[in-house]
């Protein structure tokens, strides 16, 4: 995918060139155009989130727990999950804020908790909800391998904010 978002943003560049009189040719047309085949989105099953965050729970005080929790039941991004901090997370209103410094399109949000995002949340002990969602990569890893998940998630890295969109959707 990535050479044929290149050949856009370069054909872009030039139609925009050849608008204002920069150049008379799109150089980008002679550029082959690449197909990039259609894959159906990798999606984790309510049982496989289950065990996942059943893992979680029970591995090493549950530090990654929050993590693939709101990943898997509020659909933030990977990179946005890394630099969520816990003041963002409001239990009592269920809802997350996610800062424009935070965001992958630099524009802030709030998304609102499922009751059973607040429910997993609630099993971190209060003393430990400050600071920076904890990610660890050795965590991350050894959790998706004992859960069963770490093949599934190789086809797609954001399987948890798809699993979340294809569940939420279902139950509307």
Request: proline residues 5%; aromatic residues 12%; contains cysteine.
């Amino acid at each position: 995918t990535h050479r044929y978002n290149y050949r856009r943003y370069f054909s872009q560049l030039f139609r925009f060139a050849m608008g204002r009189g920069y150049c008379h040719a799109n150089p980008a047309q002679a550029i082959e155009r690449v197909h990039v085949p259609w894959r159906e989105p990798g999606i984790f099953t309510p049982e496989e989130i289950q065990r996942l965050l059943n893992v979680a729970a029970e591995d090493h005080g549950a530090i990654m727990l929050p993590y693939f929790a709101v990943g898997c039941l509020a659909g933030l991004r990977p990179h946005e999950l890394r630099r969520l901090e816990w003041k963002d997370v409001n239990l009592l209103e269920k809802e997350i804020y996610v800062a424009p410094d935070v965001s992958k399109t630099h524009t802030d949000r709030f998304v609102t908790m499922p009751d059973s995002l607040v429910e997993w949340l609630n099993l971190v002990p209060a003393g430990r909800r400050r600071g920076v969602l904890v990610y660890d990569r050795n965590a991350f890893n050894r959790i998706r391998e004992r859960a069963g998940v770490l093949e599934k998630w190789k086809t797609c890295k954001d399987i948890m904010r798809h699993s979340a969109a294809s569940h939420f959707y279902k139950n509307i």
